[in-house]
């Protein structure tokens, strides 16, 4: 029984070596290998668990989080009204929703993830400039940020730059991708300063309330990588986390995977052709006092095909700063007192990272 292997091997060494090979899980891929390494196994207590709680695809109401269409909002003040209310109950119900006619091109969409696509695709040797464990890089390529701290390695790469407030030069991002990830951050960029409106006006906030706190100053792009995996049974490509940040905004090709829990069951999330996948962030929850809901996901691994996506995220991340973040103070009451300590969005950041993705909630550390 492959468990019972597990016990007596250095899963530092192993670690370490896989991670001096700097080829990241593609490069075993490319290696062919047919059983993946024991530190990509998940641990005893959850092995057999990826499909121990429900899975929800078609045969219910659940079977999908809502699809919301932005087409009007600028111009009718009804369909506004209409589409705050869906991203209100959304956030508070799902803490996920897709939208539709959000403004940025379908040919944007689709040159970024043909961009992700040519950087994983490129020569080995080539990637390996980009390879780093230093966060402060203005180009960080590695698999798993959290290596060294998780309990379980993910089977998938990532290749991430913070696009706001000081991106990187354009010298400093990857040939394949260079053009295509200033455009999509620019466009992302936008999308977010109006999500942000929508989200302020669901709270009863004025529209420009996020915003003018610097929720959308920051801006990291992260490129994932899901190799194709022999094994899909005993691995995940994501495991069960919810994301630092404020809003997530994540693109993502055809081949799905991706899974959010709700009521207790794992909800498959389609793809939706031109769509854009939000996800409320842990940072959000804590400043709205848990009014809106960061909601652990994960992804599987597929054995037949590779998946790309692109994870947007509103946040400055390990950056230094001085701003605190508490919940927001028109929101508490008596009947609703603060849940939250105050912090910076480092601080939170670096919690976050030291923890790893353990399938604990970072937000629990800072609870009052």
């Known amino acids: 029984m492959v468990r019972d292997e597990v016990a007596d091997y250095d899963r530092a060494s192993e670690l370490k070596a896989f991670d001096d090979t700097k080829g990241g899980v593609k490069g075993l891929v490319d290696a062919g290998v047919i059983e993946i390494p024991r530190i990509f ?20 109401e659940l079977s999908t989080i809502p699809v919301i269409d932005l087409e009007g909002i600028e111009k009718y003040v009804t369909k506004r009204k209409e589409v705050v209310e869906a991203v209100r109950d959304a956030s508070e119900t799902w803490g996920f929703f897709q939208v539709v006619n959000h403004g940025v091109p379908v040919d944007v969409l689709e040159e970024m993830k043909e961009g992700v696509r040519r950087f994983y695709e490129q020569d080995t040797e080539i990637k390996k400039e980009f390879y780093t464990r230093d966060p402060m890089r203005p180009v960080v390529y590695n698999a798993n940020f959290d290596l060294y701290h998780a309990p379980t390695a993910n089977w998938r790469d990532t290749f991430m730059c913070s696009m706001a407030p000081k991106p990187p030069k354009s ?4 040939a394949p991708c260079r053009d295509i990830l200033e455009e999509y951050s620019k466009q992302v960029m936008k999308l977010g300063i ?5 989200l302020s006006e669901a709270l009863g906030l004025n529209s420009e309330h996020l915003n003018g706190i610097d929720c959308a100053e920051g801006l990291m792009i992260l490129c994932h990588y899901y190799p194709a995996c022999p094994q899909p049974e005993l691995t995940l490509g994501a495991t069960q986390h919810a994301d630092n940040s404020f809003i997530t905004v994540l693109l993502q090709d055809h081949i799905g995977g991706l899974q959010v829990l709700h009521q207790d069951k794992w909800i498959h999330i389609p793809s939706v052709p031109g769509a854009l996948v939000i996800n409320i962030g842990d940072l959000l929850q804590l400043i709205t006092n848990d009014r809106f809901k960061s909601v652990e996901h994960r992804v599987l691994t597929s054995r037949s095909s590779s998946r790309v996506s692109v994870a947007s995220f509103f946040c400055t991340g390990l950056r230094p700063t001085s701003k605190v973040y508490g919940p927001i103070k028109e929101l508490l009451s008596e009947d609703n007192p603060p849940k ?18 353990d399938g604990t909630s970072a937000l629990q550390h800072f609870r009052l």
Do not use: M, Q
Request: hydrophobic share 25%; glycine share 4%.
């Open 41 to 60: 196994y998940l641990p005893p207590d959850c092995f057999g668990k990826i499909n121990s709680v429900p899975d929800v695809s078609d045969e219910t």
């Open 171 to 174: 010298e400093d991002l990857p």
């Open 194 to 198: 109006l999500l942000f409106d929508l």
């Open 340 to 357: 939250y300590k105050e912090t910076t969005i480092r601080e939170y950041s670096t919690h976050y990272k030291n923890k790893g993705l």
